[in-house]
T-cell receptor, first 114, second 114 residues
């Protein structure tokens, strides 16, 4: 069964460093999303991406964040200068079409900023 | 704005007992509702969804949920708990007027006692 994959599973970085989280969505999916979950808190929407551009972003997704689909398979989330409060689990999700409503989630990347 | 409330961050049931996980939503438009399960160190797996049609929906692993518009609820049930059901469960509502992003509840951790 096709699945969304994410790498790395765990990333430790120092405050101020740049990190790139990688995701490979399901191949025929057209909508892509990033969510994050700070430990003990709810899963929060960060950004959605369709047709090679951001379709919506949350208040959390400030200028420190960017997304890219550099090729036909990868979908990346970059944090330019990490802060302690960026420590969280980051989930990538993809959807075949918005009208099916169902999103498929990857296993997540745990980001720890020290 | 849409929101989801999950009552009970932790629920314990005995093996073989009824599982009831509560979810209430707020939405100004007809909601699309989802339940996801997260096992330790794994991603979010779809249990079931309600979009339109029959209000009682059946999902995987014997779970079901009923959409009750008058109560703005979408509670998850399973007649007989199994040890393997121990996990975290998330209710989500889809933003069906834009990019179909999910708004998640805070999650309920289910513990099954032998």
């Amino acid at each position: 069964e096709p699945e969304v994959t994410q790498t790395p599973s765990h990333q430790v970085t120092q405050m101020g460093q740049e990190v790139i989280l990688r995701c490979v969505p399901i191949s025929n999916h057209l909508y892509f999303y990033w969510y994050r979950q700070i430990l003990g808190q709810k899963v929060e929407f960060l950004v959605s991406f369709y047709n090679n551009e951001i379709s919506e972003k949350s208040e959390i997704f400030d200028d420190q964040f960017s997304v890219e689909r550099p090729d036909g398979s990868n979908f990346t989330l970059k944090i330019r200068s990490t802060k302690l409060e960026d420590s969280a689990m980051y989930f990538c999700a993809s959807s075949e079409l918005a009208v099916t409503y169902e999103q498929y989630f990857g296993p997540g990347t745990r980001l720890t900023v020290t | 704005a849409q929101s989801v409330t999950q009552l009970g961050s932790h629920v314990s049931v005995s093996e073989g007992a009824l599982v009831l996980l509560r979810c209430n939503y707020s939405s100004s438009v007809p909601p699309y509702l989802f339940w996801y399960v997260q096992y330790p160190n794994q991603g979010l797996q779809l249990l079931l969804k309600y979009t339109t049609g029959a209000t009682l929906v059946k999902g995987i692993n014997g779970f079901e949920a009923e959409f009750k518009k008058s109560e703005t609820s979408f509670h998850l049930t399973k007649p007989s708990a199994h040890m393997s059901d121990a996990a975290e469960y998330f209710c989500a509502v889809s933003d069906n007027t834009g990019t179909y992003k999910y708004i998640f509840g805070t999650g309920t951790r289910l513990k099954v006692l032998a």
